[in-house]
């Protein structure tokens, strides 16, 4: 039984020749692309946080083998759960890597397969046309991650690490946040800008505290830090900030922003 989308016609266009246009307006067609490990993206709606996406994914090779993480908004679930259904997306349907799905699970401890975290999510699904666009035949392993501790992040980057490590092809890593939610451009760009320093300085420890300390409302804080924990175990040393905005370059209104942040782990 596939994962039905929950969100297009909401946060992006659900009919496929429109979608395919709108991602289009989105990346960037002449841009250079290189292998990363990982890609940090927004999932807001298309039309506040689609320019920061495309502008990331287009810096990217897109292999057919994505692990997509993000926050778990409904708190339905397995603390970090790894959806196992296909989705019909309205690109066409997207596998789910059985393979390295399942070489994760295989004697894993935090992450546990639990569909029922996945149901109503949007944080994953928005990333999904974008991957469809540059990869036709894109599997992912979707994982959704509530708010755990800091050693269960590192527990869950080692389970998923050991399984990318023995995996034989090219494995990408997304994960989704959005950053700052509502409050001034000012406040919300000093709080992302705390926050992104320790992403571009490989430190997933200093910036699971600065976000706990500080209460910067970045909503997908923990999938982020086990990408970057993933990444480093996998031998990223450079981590570039590709674009950093908020809702008030769209919307006008700079009093209330979330904070839109894309990067490349290489």
């Not at 990363?36 to 999932?43: E, Q, T, W």
């Not at 409904?74 to 789910?96: L, N, S």
């Not at 406040?187 to 800008?193: I, P, R, Y």
Request: proline share 6%; hydrophobic share 40%.
């Amino acid at each position: 039984m596939a994962r039905l989308p929950v969100v297009a016609d909401r946060f992006y266009p659900g009919d496929p020749t429109i979608l395919r246009q709108t991602v289009a307006d989105f990346i960037s067609p002449d841009q250079s692309k290189s292998t990363a490990k990982a890609v940090i993206v927004p999932h807001a709606g298309y039309v506040y946080s689609g320019a920061v996406a495309g502008e990331t994914f287009s810096r990217v090779e897109i292999p057919e083998t994505v692990i997509i993480s993000g926050p778990n908004h409904h708190g339905r679930g397995e603390p970090v759960a790894m959806g196992t259904e296909d989705w019909a997306m309205p690109f066409g349907e997207v596998y789910f890597a059985v393979d390295l799905g399942g070489a994760i699970l295989k004697d894993a401890e935090v992450i546990v397969a639990d569909n029922q975290a996945h149901q109503f999510e949007h944080s994953l699904e928005v990333q999904v046309p974008f991957l469809q666009f540059f990869q036709e035949s894109l599997s992912i392993v979707p994982l959704v991650v509530s708010h755990i501790s800091y050693n269960r992040c590192r527990r869950a980057a080692s389970e998923i690490a050991r399984a990318v490590k023995a995996y034989p092809k090219p494995v990408l890593m997304v994960a989704s946040t959005d950053m700052t939610h509502y409050e001034s451009r000012k406040s919300a760009s000093v709080k992302d800008h705390l926050a992104l320093q320790h992403i571009m300085n490989l430190d997933p420890k200093g910036l699971y505290n600065t976000v706990v300390t500080n209460r910067i409302s970045m909503c997908g804080i923990m999938p982020t830090v086990i990408t970057l924990l993933v990444s480093m175990e996998l031998g990223a040393v450079n981590a570039e900030l590709v674009r950093y905005t908020d809702s008030g370059e769209v919307s006008g209104d700079t009093s209330q922003v979330v904070g839109y942040a894309g990067l490349v782990i290489s």
